[in-house]
């Protein structure tokens, strides 16, 4: 059973456009992780939201970390393609162990 | 910057034949893990090890032994290769506090193990 759901498992998008890739759980969180991963790589941090409702940005993206700590977005503005990849969200829980999404596979074309 | 050194990067073993996972960390890192990640499922944790000289399983560690051989190393076994261990296997890093801390994992580039 995925602790973790992401939403859509894969979105194709022009470059230019907007995205937003989401990450919901029943559980609560103390902590959530997103992470890209490149095709022959391991995954890559790009960000760590610890507090309800916080909202963080990494130039053209943007992280928010739900109210109640048992979801979160990832919203990309105006897309590139060096944005095209496997995103994954992993939330600590209570118990202290990470738990990973399955990912959502992000293509951008030109 | 090696960070995270992981091999082979590639095998293929038949059923029943068994090998061993090298992984290796320059970070002077505390914690290492090993993860599988296969379509659809995301990454699963097989075994972690929080700090020199201990280690615990994870969510799917049957089929698997881990050996932390010094603060650099750890190192992953599969006895008798099974055909349902073909994955892509991960080996993490982090710094301290294992599971505690909001540390960010450093991950190897993988190893793509078939198993016929």
């Known amino acids: 059973t995925q602790l973790l759901e992401q939403s859509p498992q894969f979105l194709s998008i022009q470059e230019g456009e907007n995205l937003t890739v989401y990450c919901n759980s029943s559980s609560v969180f103390s902590s959530l992780q997103w992470y890209r991963q490149e095709p022959g790589e391991g995954p890559v941090l790009l960000v760590t939201?610890?507090?309800?409702?916080e909202v963080k940005k990494l130039k053209r993206l943007t992280f928010q970390f739900g109210d109640a700590r048992k979801d979160s977005s990832l919203h990309i503005t105006a897309a590139q393609t060096g944005d095209t990849g496997l995103y994954l969200c992993?939330?600590?829980?209570?118990?202290?162990?990470?738990?990973f999404g399955a990912g959502t596979q992000v293509v951008v074309t030109p | 910057n090696a960070g995270v050194t992981q091999t082979p990067k590639f095998q293929v073993l038949k059923t029943g034949q068994s090998m061993t996972l090298q992984c290796a960390q320059d970070?002077?890192?505390?914690?290492m893990y090993w993860y599988r990640q296969d379509p659809g499922m995301g990454l699963r944790l097989i075994y972690y090890?929080?700090?020199?000289?201990?280690?615990d399983k994870g969510e799917v560690p049957n089929g698997y032994n881990v050996s932390r051989l010094n603060k650099r190393e750890f190192s992953l076994r599969l006895e008798s290769a099974a055909p349902s261990q073909t994955s892509v296997y991960f080996c993490a890093s982090s710094t301290t506090g294992g599971w505690i801390s909001n540390q960010p994992q450093h991950f190897g580039d993988g190893t793509r193990l078939s198993i016929l």
């Open positions: 992993a939330g600590r829980g209570p118990w202290g162990k990470l738990q």
């Open positions: 970070m002077n890192h505390n914690s």
């Open positions: 939201v610890v507090t309800g409702g």
């Open positions: 090890s929080a700090s020199e000289g201990t280690t």
